[in-house]
């Protein structure tokens, strides 16, 4: 993993607001493919977020330091995704009040009369005859 693309998590970190007194790390024995070398060395890493709560484990490659960064962008990633829906939530509620409050049209108002109209005459019907 090169400088540039360090600097480049590094940013979204950044974006994220996630500081690495934040972060609880730990290394945990990796498995899958990769032979012996996997199987003994401890190169998975666990990312717990502290402030939020997420936890973020990665282990795709050999190299613990690799997949240090690894986590850190996922991590970032999650933060800002989680950010996004809840911004994407708060402006559809917004946009649905406004569509409530919004006043009907002279032709939307009569049709919604003489639907309510045309209802009521159907459940007249359904009273009991009195005698």
């Known amino acids: 993993m090169g400088p540039d693309k360090i600097e480049q998590i590094k940013k979204l970190m ?4 996630i500081f690495e007194d934040d ?4 290394f945990i024995l990796g498995g899958g493919p990769g032979g012996q070398k996997t199987n003994k060395t401890s190169s998975v890493v666990r990312l717990v977020h502290e402030p ?3 936890q973020v484990r990665v282990g795709e490659s050999r ?5 240090r960064w690894l986590a850190r962008r996922m991590l970032a990633e999650e933060i800002l995704e989680r950010e996004h829906k809840r911004k994407s939530a708060a402006r559809q509620a917004r946009e649905k009040l406004r569509r409530q409050k919004r006043r009907r049209s002279r032709r939307q108002k ?3 009369l003489d639907d309510k109209h ?4 159907i459940k007249a019907m359904r009273r009991k005859i009195e005698l």
């Open 52 to 54: 939020s709560g997420i």
């Open 118 to 121: 045309a209802h009521s005459e």
């Open 23 to 26: 972060l609880e790390e730990s």
């Open 110 to 112: 009569q049709k919604m």
């Open 14 to 17: 950044d974006e994220a607001s």
């Open 63 to 67: 190299s613990r330091e690799e997949n």
